[in-house]
């Protein structure tokens, strides 16, 4: 069974132009490795009710994963768990385990001469009040923990915006847990570069095996016009099991070997981009 | 009056993280420079169905101006044209003017060598198939070319997914016409750096700098934390006139000024980011 995920990024600096959302793109990419499925994204700015509203309507569409980024830290524009508080209707209390993590973080920027000191202000105990039900999770880089709770089917994590901190709780902290929600996904990812410069050469050949391999996510990418374009194809496909995936991309990728053969297309390249 | 936009950004590659969306990004800071105010933007799948929610969703709010991103090639999967005409339940037909800019595309191109030959192929002729009452927007990279309609109080306009071609139409077909849309408007931004790494004490600072400069948006950034962190202040401003935009942003510096040099925080300096 798919699973679906969707992702919401937070930060006026974002819709401004003044910062690259590069998180949206990292977490898409580590979503399709577990073989999960993004299904949509979204950035908006640092409004309660606009995240409340992006995050109404993701909850709307019950997917098994929402992830937030952005809107934790100290600041009064960081309202991500206040959105999230208001709606899912749940109080903000200081949970005492990330109060403890966010003394923790202080104590060692303190330690290392990075803030003046280690007292725990009301900016810094804000990053330490959850909506109830919530669980902090440990930042090894920053300050603020990430957040993660349950709704219905869905889990709902909260990241920091600052990329080294998103990562890092990702990879340290969720992806142990995330284990449990992605068990038995499978995803493959095979990429083939041809010869061939002319996509709407390509066009038909891929539009009939898309139509012949309908389980199979086949694509043509466009490149930048020059002087030596060689048009790639993917075939990617997420599966519940190792064989069932391979078996249905290789037959896949037989075929369009054939009938760019056929065109006199030759394929210069192959390779296996992502793979669980 | 505020200019709203919202950009839709289309490609299955962008939510694989196969490929990461630079377009927005780069949508943003030109919506930004012209005065506009981007208030969400939204990655969606090659699916008819999505696009079309996502710019039913869009158009809900009112916003003056939609912009997608991609899905406008020869292939099957380009649909954006297709869920903007079922969705604004218009035919798409052939457009003549539409089909000589891409026979001319096509034909310097294959003067080029770059494709094989100039002949006009179903999948080639559908980059010229437009909803009714779309103009084509001349595309001097590649051969799709943008679309601008109108529908009630909205402009909506597609651009091509590859990036040079986005940022072409951009500037030399859409942006003389946007003169229009964005007259009068004028966008400051001032970026002022501290000698100060811990947001926390910041916080309070830029918190109340805010609640009394209601107009100005006033932003202090999370940098990485390592060893020579200096926090940022962005003060920044759209609105109608040159001169009230500056003595407001003008006035919030002063604040501000004074505010850090009370908290023994210096301004290491300060610069007019962008301006209209």
Redesign the interface.
């Known amino acids: 069974m798919d699973i679906d995920v969707e992702i919401i990024a937070v930060g006026?600096?974002?819709?401004?132009?003044?910062v690259?959302?590069?998180n949206?793109?990292?977490?898409?990419?580590?979503?399709?490795?577990l073989g999960g499925?993004?299904?949509?994204?979204?950035?908006?700015?640092d409004r309660t009710e606009?995240i409340g509203d992006?995050l109404s309507?993701a909850l709307g569409r019950e997917p098994r994963l929402i992830i937030l980024t952005g809107g934790l830290?100290?600041?009064?524009?960081d309202l991500t768990l206040a959105a999230l508080a208001t709606q899912l209707q749940r109080p903000l209390e200081v949970h005492e385990q990330a109060l403890k993590m966010v003394q923790a973080a202080?104590d060692t920027?303190a330690d290392r001469g990075?803030?003046?000191d280690a007292r725990m202000?009301?900016?810094?105990r804000k990053m330490a009040v959850l909506p109830r039900g919530a669980e902090p999770l440990h930042n090894q880089?920053?300050?603020a923990p990430g957040v993660l709770l349950q709704t219905g089917g869905t889990w709902i994590v909260c990241l920091?915006?600052?990329?080294?901190e998103m990562k890092s709780i990702f990879s340290a902290s969720l992806a142990p847990l995330l284990g449990d929600l992605f068990e038995g996904r499978v995803f493959l990812?095979r990429v083939l570069v041809t010869d061939c410069?002319?996509?709407?050469?390509?066009?038909?050949i891929?539009?009939r095996l898309?139509a012949d391999h309908l389980q199979v996510?086949v694509?043509?990418?466009?490149?930048?016009?020059g002087?030596n374009?060689q048009l790639r194809i993917?075939l990617?496909l997420s599966g519940d099991g190792r064989l069932q995936v391979r078996s249905l991309v290789d037959a896949a990728e037989r075929d369009l070997a054939e009938r760019l053969a056929r065109a006199g297309i030759s394929i210069l390249d192959r390779a296996d981009a992502i793979r669980r």
Request: with cysteine; net charge negative; hydrophobic share 35%.
């Open positions: 006026n600096e974002l819709l401004l132009g003044d690259l959302d590069t949206t793109h990292w977490l898409c990419q580590q979503v399709s490795e499925t993004v299904r949509r994204a979204v950035m908006v700015p606009v992006a309507t830290g100290p600041t009064s524009d202080y920027l990075l803030v003046h202000t009301e900016e810094r880089v920053g300050a920091p915006g600052v990329p080294a990812e410069g002319d996509e709407s050469l390509l066009a038909p891929v539009d898309a996510y694509k043509s990418r466009a490149q930048e016009y002087e374009v993917t990617s």
